[in-house]
Structures are given as structure tokens and as C-alpha cells.
């Protein structure tokens, strides 16, 4: 395996979506390439096309033309080989932990699900735990139930589940911005010590320039569903090509001051 091959690759991603008699392009004809190390940032405006690009990734939505591959092969969802190892490879974290944990379980429960639905062989419980100290928690809390938490301790119930099956790809569909403001710096920390603790890449979107710049090496804008810029945080950041590039940085002053070298 060679340093930097791609994880995800995308061509010409088209995804329409009919509504009423009238139809909207989410995406309309875009190309990316995730590699391994090389984390990756997708911004926009609301309603830009992000989440539709996650869903096309993870095969929950089908584009309406063009391909992704993951490690050069097309998803077969009837390949039930390479849809487990892809499941247990590439794991999401959601926006809002409040409906992406179930009340009803216990935590243990919750973390310990995509062992058993992915049939990952090992100590569960023990697995369980380690994760629960990975995210900063009490491996202890396994017994209780989500509504016991905060919001950010929520938002780290989700990410130990993400990384229970030691995935490869971490993605987080804004995943601090329901969060209150100081907590969603020790969140955005989090990602980025797992990131380099378990070598995850990352795919992150928001509509936040800042938030992906502090975690990705590279850069994707997107608007009503076409790529306007793409390219290495530190060039975007410095030297944006696209005025809708600059409106977004114009937003984010204090950013600059901010970014590490
Ligand atoms: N299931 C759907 N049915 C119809 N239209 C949809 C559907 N999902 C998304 N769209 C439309 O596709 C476009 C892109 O939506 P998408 O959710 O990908 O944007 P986004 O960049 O994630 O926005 P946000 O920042 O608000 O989450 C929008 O115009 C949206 O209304
Ligand atoms: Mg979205």
C-alpha cells in the first residue's frame, strides 16, 4: 500500500433530486479524491450539497451519474464482504447527539453497537471501555443512558462508537455545530489527538471555514453543488482563489491569527 492512494474517489458526482414537478442539482459534477494522511475539509452555504456528498460516500444515496470508488472499486451493496470491511473502515460522526444516540439504550449498549452489527470478533466489553477513555470519558458511565450527559459528552459518546471498529475515514457531518461554543473547542480537539493518535483521515464538513482549516490539510468550497476552489487549507487560507472563498474567510476573522504556521 502506497503512501497517499486514494481512499475515495469521486468523477463527475451529479445528484438531482425532484421535488414538487421541479428539480434541484444538489451536486452537479464534482470530482475529489480523499488519500490516506490527507484529511479533508468541505465547505459551503447551507443547502451547497455537503451532506449529499457524505451520503453518495457512505452509499446511502445513489448519484445520478458519475462513480465513486472506495480503494479503486466501486460499492456493491451486494457484496457483503466488501460492504462490512467498508462499514467497519469508514465510520460517521452526525451533527446533533441528542438524536443520533438512542434514549433507550445504555452507553455500553450504544458503543458496543457496530461491534455486534459488524461481527467484530474480540472482547467487546473491554473494547467498549478502551474507546470510552479514548473520547476523555469514564469507562464507568457504560450503564447509563445518553440524557444523563451533556451535549459534548454526548458528542464523545458518538465519536467512541465511530471508532470502535477502528476505522480508517472519520467523518463528521458538522459535528460541533450544535454544540455550545466552549465545548465545541475541546470536541474540535478531540478529533484532531484521535487523528493523529489512531491515523485517522478525516473528512469534515461545515459551513465553517475555521473549523475545517484547524483539521484538514486540504479544501474543497462548494456552491450549489460545484466545487469553486479546492486545494491545501494553508493556500486556500492565504491566498483564496474564489470570491465566494474570500466572503466565506471574511466571516472567520479571527482565523488567521490563529492558524499554526
Ligand atoms: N432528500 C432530498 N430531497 C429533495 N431535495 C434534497 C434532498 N436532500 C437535499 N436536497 C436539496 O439538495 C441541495 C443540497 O442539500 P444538502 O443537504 O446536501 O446541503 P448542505 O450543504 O448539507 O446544507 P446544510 O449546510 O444546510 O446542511 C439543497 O437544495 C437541498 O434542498
Ligand atoms: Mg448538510
Given at each position: 500500500?502506497?503512501?497517499?492512494?486514494?481512499?475515495?474517489?469521486?468523477?463527475?458526482?451529479?445528484?438531482?433530486?425532484?421535488?414538487?414537478?421541479?428539480?434541484?442539482?444538489?451536486?452537479?459534477?464534482?470530482?475529489?479524491?480523499?488519500?490516506?494522511?490527507?484529511?479533508?475539509?468541505?465547505?459551503?452555504?447551507?443547502?451547497?450539497?455537503?451532506?449529499?456528498?457524505?451520503?453518495?460516500?457512505?452509499?446511502?444515496?445513489?448519484?445520478?451519474?458519475?462513480?465513486?470508488?472506495?480503494?479503486?472499486?466501486?460499492?456493491?451493496?451486494?457484496?457483503?464482504?466488501?460492504?462490512?470491511?467498508?462499514?467497519?473502515?469508514?465510520?460517521?460522526?452526525?451533527?446533533?447527539?441528542?438524536?443520533?444516540?438512542?434514549?433507550?439504550?445504555?452507553?455500553?449498549?450504544?458503543?458496543?453497537?457496530?461491534?455486534?452489527?459488524?461481527?467484530?470478533?474480540?472482547?467487546?466489553?473491554?473494547?467498549?471501555?478502551?474507546?470510552?477513555?479514548?473520547?476523555?470519558?469514564?469507562?464507568?458511565?457504560?450503564?447509563?443512558?445518553?440524557?444523563?450527559?451533556s451535549g459534548g459528552q454526548r458528542q464523545r459518546i458518538a465519536?467512541?462508537?465511530?471508532?470502535?471498529?477502528?476505522?480508517?475515514?472519520?467523518?463528521?457531518?458538522?459535528?460541533?455545530?450544535?454544540?455550545?461554543?466552549?465545548?465545541?473547542?475541546?470536541?474540535?480537539?478531540?478529533?484532531?489527538?484521535?487523528?493523529?493518535?489512531?491515523?485517522?483521515?478525516?473528512?469534515?464538513?461545515?459551513?465553517?471555514?475555521?473549523?475545517?482549516?484547524?483539521?484538514?490539510?486540504?479544501?474543497?468550497?462548494?456552491?450549489?453543488?460545484?466545487?469553486?476552489?479546492?486545494?491545501?487549507?494553508?493556500?486556500?487560507?492565504?491566498?483564496?482563489?474564489?470570491?465566494?472563498?474570500?466572503?466565506?474567510?471574511?466571516?472567520?476573522?479571527?482565523?488567521?491569527?490563529?492558524?499554526?504556521?
Amino acid at each position: 500500500m502506497t503512501v497517499n492512494h486514494p481512499i475515495f474517489e469521486t468523477k463527475d458526482l451529479v445528484k438531482t433530486y425532484s421535488r414538487q414537478g421541479s428539480s434541484v442539482n444538489a451536486l452537479d459534477g464534482v470530482d475529489l479524491t480523499l488519500r490516506s494522511g490527507v484529511s479533508l475539509g468541505i465547505v459551503g452555504e447551507s443547502g451547497a450539497g455537503k451532506s449529499t456528498i457524505l451520503d453518495i460516500l457512505l452509499g446511502i444515496e445513489k448519484p445520478t451519474r458519475g462513480t465513486v470508488k472506495y480503494h479503486g472499486q466501486e460499492l456493491d451493496m451486494a457484496n457483503r464482504k466488501q460492504m462490512n470491511q467498508f462499514r467497519r473502515e469508514v465510520q460517521v460522526v452526525f451533527q446533533d447527539p441528542k438524536t443520533s444516540l438512542n434514549p433507550r439504550m445504555r452507553v455500553g449498549s450504544i458503543v458496543g453497537e457496530p461491534l455486534r452489527s459488524l461481527k467484530i470478533e474480540g472482547d467487546s466489553a473491554q473494547r467498549v471501555r478502551e474507546v470510552l477513555k479514548a473520547v476523555g470519558l469514564n469507562p464507568d458511565v457504560v450503564s447509563r443512558y445518553p440524557d444523563e450527559f451533556s451535549g459534548g459528552q454526548r458528542q464523545r459518546i458518538a465519536i467512541a462508537r465511530a471508532i470502535a471498529s477502528s476505522p480508517i475515514v472519520l467523518i463528521g457531518d458538522e459535528p460541533v455545530s450544535a454544540l455550545d461554543v466552549s465545548v465545541r473547542i475541546q470536541i474540535l480537539e478531540l478529533f484532531q489527538s484521535l487523528k493523529n493518535l489512531l491515523n485517522l483521515t478525516l473528512i469534515l464538513v461545515s459551513h465553517d471555514l475555521a473549523i475545517v482549516g484547524q483539521l484538514c490539510e486540504e479544501i474543497i468550497v462548494l456552491k450549489n453543488g460545484q466545487i469553486v476552489e479546492a486545494g491545501d487549507t494553508r493556500t486556500i487560507f492565504t491566498n483564496p482563489s474564489a470570491d465566494y472563498t474570500k466572503k466565506l474567510l471574511d466571516s472567520v476573522p479571527t482565523f488567521l491569527s490563529t492558524y499554526p504556521g
